[in-house]
């Protein structure tokens, strides 16, 4: 099992801006997957992306993956203070644990 | 179909004792995981389970243990108690282990 490992570790933003944070890993994988956080609640599945796919968009959600980099990022475009939450990437190898880092805290304000 | 449900929500226990958190995963679903979640420490793997067999397992001591039933239900136990063991305990269920799907959490207190 591996982490991924979030930067930045915080990103403060205005609505209507776009958020990316980043994710490195260090092994090879089956997929890379990124969750949401809202303080004290359970994790969300966000989008998942195998490792044979370069790009995936999902609503306001665009995520890519670079294999030979070892490197994902995630995108939230025009970002509303309902983004406001903790994000966690998160890669996967098969038969392995989902492990987690420490996230990028993001705050949109209005 | 209904998501995964963690009982109880919320615990208070002192030091010493012993306590038990329950997990009910998705309808198909046949692996459970558990995690660990503090401020300190962030969201820590503690074991998971795919058809009754415990699959992988993180680094926690043997106070902490768990088990899954026939019909993929999932317990963890801890004993005794200690202060650091306060947290956000979150249950996790897949069909094969990849894609998981949060319960809300136990939030346990430890006084």
């Known amino acids: 099992s591996q982490q991924g490992e979030e930067d930045p570790q915080a990103l403060s933003i205005q609505e209507g801006e776009n958020a990316t944070m980043n994710c490195s890993y260090k092994?090879?994988?089956?997929?890379l997957q990124w969750y949401r956080q809202n303080s004290g609640r359970g994790l969300v599945h966000l989008i998942l992306?195998?490792?044979?796919?370069r790009e995936k968009h999902s609503g306001r959600l665009r995520v890519t993956l670079d294999t030979s980099k070892k490197s994902s990022s995630l995108l939230i475009t025009a970002s509303r203070a309902a983004d406001t939450a903790s994000y966690f990437c998160a890669p996967y190898q098969a038969g392995t644990a989902l492990i987690f880092g420490k996230g990028t805290t993001l705050s949109v304000s209005s | 179909k209904a998501g995964v449900t963690q009982t109880p929500r919320y615990l208070i226990k002192t030091r010493g004792q012993q306590v038990t958190l329950s997990c009910s995963p998705i309808?198909?679903?046949?692996?459970v995981s558990w995690y660990q979640q503090t401020p300190g420490q962030g969201l820590q793997f503690l074991f998971e389970?795919?058809?009754?067999?415990?699959?992988n397992k993180g680094n926690f001591p043997g106070r902490f243990s768990g088990r899954q039933f026939s019909n993929s239900r999932s317990e963890m136990n801890v004993s005794t108690l200690e202060l650091g063991d306060s947290a956000l305990y979150l249950c996790?269920?897949?069909?094969?282990?990849?894609?998981?799907?949060f319960g809300p959490g136990t939030r346990l207190t430890v006084l």
């Open positions: 996790a269920s897949s069909f094969w282990g990849d894609t998981q799907y």
């Open positions: 389970y795919f058809s009754e067999t415990q699959r």
């Open positions: 092994t090879s994988i089956n997929n």
């Open positions: 992306i195998r490792s044979n796919e």
């Open positions: 309808s198909g679903h046949r692996s």
